[in-house]
């Protein structure tokens, strides 16, 4: 388990780990959504990308605007920028859903066969990233188990956004 944790602590987490599960959900429930009427590749991706970016900078904002609150500072974009630097975990959450469903254009695979991949992709993120999270802070036996755990059953509740939705 150590070599497995030293190995771990070398991938470059975010400085908002929990950005990448939130975008890894968020872009989950996009494709869910998208594949109840999904028609075009080029417009399925260019809709994920553009959901992905305004939700991403409407969760930067909100955050900048309760530090502004709270310190009584006025709005400046360098400060915006550090909030969105923050929050930028969101869109890292969403890129290897995203590029999976990519590859499946690339490769000729359905756009239905892509989304449902993309979906399961996101599931099995945030399964993993439970587990390098619970291994990264050195959860052992019991512990890493209700972490997986959790990260599982948010994986089956993207999976049944996209069951019902469908």
Known sequence: ???????LDRLPLPTNPGGL??????????ISAESAKAQRYGGSLAGIVLAELVYWMALSYSEFTGERAASGEPFELRGFWRSAKHELAVIQGGIVPFLVILVC??????????????????AAM?????????????????????????GVAFGVLVIAVKVILH
């Open 1 to 7: 388990m150590s070599w497995l944790r030293h190995q």
């Open 21 to 30: 599960v939130y975008g890894t959900i968020l872009i989950a429930t996009l």
């Open 105 to 122: 254009w690339i490769v000729g695979a359905s756009l239905t066969t892509a989304l449902t991949l993309g979906v399961y992709t996101a």
């Open 126 to 150: 945030i399964v993993v990233t439970e587990l390098v999270i619970g291994i990264t802070t050195e959860q052992t036996g019991r512990q890493l188990v209700i972490d997986t755990t959790v």
